[in-house]
């Protein structure tokens, strides 16, 4: 399922969610988005929830003019 946030200064930041159970946070490299993790996530999706989220820029998530990681 696909959900987002907002964060402090507005930028909405997306993810994915899949699976039940304790949450795992996958977080993808400066070139990727959260979805390069889907394989991984559908394997553990039967004992954690998985959220597959997206950096500012990146896939479902927007930008804003100014940020630093």
């Known amino acids: 399922m696909e959900r987002s946030v907002g964060s ?3 930028t909405r930041i997306g993810y994915l969610e899949l699976g039940s ?3 795992i946070v996958f977080v ?3 070139l990727g988005v959260g979805d390069g993790w889907l394989q991984v996530a559908n ?7 998985c959220y597959l989220m997206d950096r ?3 896939g479902r ?3 804003a003019e100014r940020y630093s990681l």
């Open 8 to 10: 402090v200064d507005g």
């Open 28 to 30: 993808h490299g400066s």
């Open 61 to 63: 998530s927007g930008n």
């Open 21 to 23: 159970g304790p949450g």
């Open 43 to 49: 394997l553990l999706a039967d004992r954690f929830t």
């Open 56 to 58: 500012r820029g990146r």
